[in-house]
């Protein structure tokens, strides 16, 4: 089913998905505030993967149909997680947490069921966001230069898009930081970056 022939509708979005899949999906909710005859975004889950909620958004621009999802994403999350603890480990040893992050951001429109992982990793329409703790103690120029080597590592797999690091300063502190939700309470030193368009990576930002 090409894109133009996709109704704006919420039975329009779950058949496209399912044939494109090869899947089952059913409606969660909306997201967005958007929702007309030219602009709609919903949450679905799937039948393959229960346990997530997949976006998916499609809207009206330059007399076409557009549509974005993130379903590759989540089928590929253990992969890919795998693939940057794996990235992060060869840098910084065993010391280190990964959390990938999904956003509500579309993938390739050209990936499908058949699309490999290896295929997902190497196309930089995948828009990967990773944050990682690092939980040895760093001065200021250490912390410069594991940012530098993280950056460097994303310089070269164009499937990364957005980093975020955390630096712990003990290992008391390391270890409540397993959970997102605490990063930010223990005021950890944190650097992020992103590419652009070109995939120029940005100047760094420090917290």
């Given at each position: 089913?090409?894109?133009?022939?996709?109704?704006?509708?919420?039975?329009?979005?779950?058949?496209?998905?399912?044939?494109?899949?090869?899947?089952?999906?059913?409606?969660?909710?909306?997201?967005?505030?958007?929702?007309?005859?030219?602009?709609?975004?919903?949450?679905?889950?799937?039948?393959?993967?229960?346990?997530?909620?997949?976006?998916?958004?499609?809207?009206?621009?330059e007399g076409k149909t557009h549509i974005t999802e993130n379903y590759t994403q989540f089928r590929f999350k253990d992969e890919t997680e795998k693939y940057l603890t794996s990235m992060m480990n060869t840098l910084f040893g065993n010391d280190v947490i990964v959390t990938y992050n999904i956003s509500s951001g579309g993938t390739?429109?050209?990936?499908?069921?058949?699309?490999?992982?290896?295929?997902?990793?190497?196309?930089?329409?995948?828009?990967?966001?990773?944050?990682?703790?690092?939980?040895?103690?760093?001065?200021?120029?250490?912390?410069?230069?594991?940012?530098?080597?993280?950056?460097?590592?994303?310089?070269?797999?164009?499937?990364?898009?957005?980093?975020?690091?955390?630096?712990?300063?003990?290992?008391?502190?390391?270890?409540?930081?397993?959970?997102?939700?605490?990063?930010?309470?223990?005021?950890?030193?944190?650097?992020?970056?992103?590419?652009?368009?070109?995939?120029?990576?940005?100047?760094?930002?420090?917290?």
């Amino acid at each position: 089913m090409s894109e133009t022939n996709i109704r704006i509708s919420t039975d329009g979005m779950i058949n496209y998905m399912e044939n494109k899949y090869n899947d089952e999906f059913e409606y969660v909710d909306s997201f967005g505030g958007a929702d007309d005859n030219t602009n709609k975004n919903i949450i679905i889950k799937s039948k393959k993967y229960p346990d997530n909620e997949i976006s998916v958004s499609i809207f009206d621009g330059e007399g076409k149909t557009h549509i974005t999802e993130n379903y590759t994403q989540f089928r590929f999350k253990d992969e890919t997680e795998k693939y940057l603890t794996s990235m992060m480990n060869t840098l910084f040893g065993n010391d280190v947490i990964v959390t990938y992050n999904i956003s509500s951001g579309g993938t390739a429109n050209s990936f499908t069921e058949k699309t490999s992982f290896e295929e997902f990793i190497s196309d930089s329409a995948s828009g990967i966001f990773f944050r990682v703790v690092v939980g040895t103690s760093f001065s200021t120029q250490d912390m410069q230069t594991v940012a530098n080597a993280v950056r460097k590592a994303a310089e070269e797999s164009p499937a990364i898009m957005c980093a975020e690091i955390y630096f712990a300063s003990s290992e008391d502190l390391f270890r409540p930081c397993s959970e997102l939700a605490n990063y930010e309470k223990n005021q950890l030193h944190r650097v992020y970056f992103e590419k652009d368009t070109v995939n120029s990576i940005s100047d760094f930002e420090w917290r």
